[in-house]
């Protein structure tokens, strides 16, 4: 058996910290909404007993990658000959914000539940995935949602599809950085999701990145000329929204030669779901 499925990206439209836990990790409320844009991992099913990985961006290929990971967390649940061959097509950003090694990972136990039938439920595998990041479990459900704790407790939220530019500075920020900053903003108040939906949206990482890391600040200067922006996750990409897909283009058309860009639809429901049933059909 072999197919292969999207792995899409993320956009936080908005990102409050309202604590840190006892562990370091932190206490968020945040929006995550599904773009239509992502990389894209193929299956293959052998009896080897064995996971092998190889990615286009060849420095991908240890077995640090969350693909890598999330296959070993979900080998116990399959027999022993089960084994895989997985290659990734990498179109995201590294470090950028935008989830793209968590949303690998979630697509990653998917796609293995599938190909080694193994019949886990969608919370099983969002339990797996938190172990790997706060990121994964919001991509194995696939939905747009407002997330609180780590990141894990989930509501699916429908919002309006709209198109959105995103551009990535040439830099590269790590998150546990940024979380572990003396100077990060972790005392925003506790909302609940109707009033969050009403206020202006911000992202509490923003301005110690800004300040961190100047070309951040420049990109979202750009960016603004064209449309309202703000940052995703703990950057480095920033986003904006726009009316339609010319006038995205219009600004990724100028934009900085110190950047990356590209441009995608806000969904509702990520393109995995579909994927999966289309292997149904298929197998
Ligand atoms: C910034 C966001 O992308 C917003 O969606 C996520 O909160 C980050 O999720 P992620 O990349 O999956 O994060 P993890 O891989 O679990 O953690 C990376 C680092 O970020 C810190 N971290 C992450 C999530 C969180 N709620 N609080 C944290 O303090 C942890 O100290 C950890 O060392
Ligand atoms: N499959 C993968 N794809 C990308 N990066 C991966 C992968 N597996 C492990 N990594 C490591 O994770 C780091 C962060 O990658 P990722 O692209 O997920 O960051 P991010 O978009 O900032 O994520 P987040 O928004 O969840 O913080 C990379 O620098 C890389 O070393």
Sequence with gaps: MSFSLPAVAKLNLFLHITGRRADGYHNLQTLFQMLDF??????????????????SDPSLNGSDNLIYRAAQLLKPFAPAAAGCQ????KNLPMGGGLGGGSSDAATTLHGLNKLWQLGLSTQQLAELGLR??????VFVHGTTAFAEGVGERLQAVKLPEKIYL??????HISTA??????????????????????????????????QLYPIVAMTLQWLLEYS?????????????EFPDAASAQHALASLPASCNGFIARGVNQSPLWAALTDTDSNS
Excluded at 39 to 45: G, I, N, V
Excluded at 132 to 137: E, F, K, N, S
Aim: proline content about 7%; hydrophobic content about 35%.
């Design 86 to 89: 997985l290659y990734l097509e």
């Design 228 to 240: 309202p922006c703000r940052m995703t996750g703990t950057g480095a990409s920033v986003f904006a």
């Design 38 to 55: 992502g990389d894209r991992l193929h299956f293959k099913a052998d009896n080897s007993g064995e996971i092998t990985l190889s990615c």
């Design 166 to 171: 995103v551009v990535t500075p040439h830099c």
């Design 132 to 137: 790997l990041g706060a990121d994964v479990p």
């Design 177 to 210: 950085a940024i979380f572990s900053h003396p100077q990060l903003k972790r005392d925003t108040p506790t909302m609940v999701l109707a009033d969050l939906m009403q206020r202006n949206w911000q992202n509490d990482c923003q301005p110690l990145v800004e």
